[in-house]
């Protein structure tokens, strides 16, 4: 197995144990309270308003063969790729602002720099930029791909039980359109990003591991107590 299909592997299984975990579930079958919902938007919200920081850091380390998928990425997220194109913060600001937490934006986009600004001052786990870069594509690309197979559905439940816009989910249905095949550039990009910087299969498969040790999204997106419950099943 390749390390590209490798990843892909662990994304799948990523990406099914939050949709079919509880409080997904939940959401999705409108069983969710306003409060449940409302955590979720800014749990999105806040994992994703700082993306085009992390691609720039992804464009900075990626072998040359690459740059040209993660620039187009990194442009796309940053709204530069056609004119009047809106920057995907600016559509996750429409989020907030569409679900009526708008008196929250301030705070919660200083909650999504405090989370970048940790991230960056928290101990390495690595021993060289090269075993960080590939960590840091794992998790964020893991993301698009599993945004690709999910935003769709996300997107009618929010819509259906909490009331939501088309205008106010663009950013949902955007990812559902464009992240198929951003998902499948980023698993390219990965093996080139192994391939060029000559990591043995045992190591990136180590690195990947660390990166994936728990389930970013339900960690991201939902409570602790649904994470909690997606550890006790490993």
């Known amino acids: ?7 892909e592997s662990l994304y799948r299984q990523h990406t099914e144990e939050l949709v079919n975990c509880a409080a997904f579930q939940a959401l999705a079958e409108g069983k969710g309270t306003r409060a449940d919902y409302d955590a979720f938007i800014r749990g999105v ?21 690459a740059q040209e998928r993660v620039a187009h990425n990194l442009l796309e997220e940053m ?5 009047e194109g809106e920057s995907h913060p600016e559509l996750l600001l429409a989020l907030i602002q569409g679900a009526g937490l708008q008196e929250e934006s301030t705070a919660l986009a200083q909650s999504a720099q405090e989370t970048l ?15 960080v870069g590939l960590s840091v594509m794992t998790e964020v690309f893991s993301f698009e791909h599993m945004l ?8 009618d439940f929010l ?35 192994v391939d060029y910087y000559e990591f043995d299969e045992a190591e990136a498969r180590d690195v990947i591991d660390l990166a994936m040790r728990e389930n970013v999204y339900i960690k991201r997106y939902l409570s602790t107590e649904a994470l909690a419950d997606a550890r006790a099943m490993h």
């Open 1 to 7: 197995m390749s390390i590209a299909d490798y990843v």
């Open 45 to 65: 919200y806040r994992t994703h308003q700082n993306s085009p920081q992390f691609l720039a850091f992804i464009y900075a380390l990626c072998p040359p063969q």
């Open 79 to 83: 709204g530069l790729e056609e004119e």
């Open 117 to 131: 600004r940790e991230s960056v001052c928290q101990p390495l786990l690595f021993g060289s930029l090269r075993e």
């Open 148 to 155: 690709a197979h999910t935003s769709s559905r996300i997107a």
């Open 159 to 193: 819509a259906t039980h909490r009331g939501l816009s088309e205008e106010t989910l663009i950013w949902f249905r955007h990812h559902s359109e464009v992240d198929i095949e951003h998902a499948e550039e980023a698993l390219l990009t990965i093996q080139d990003y």
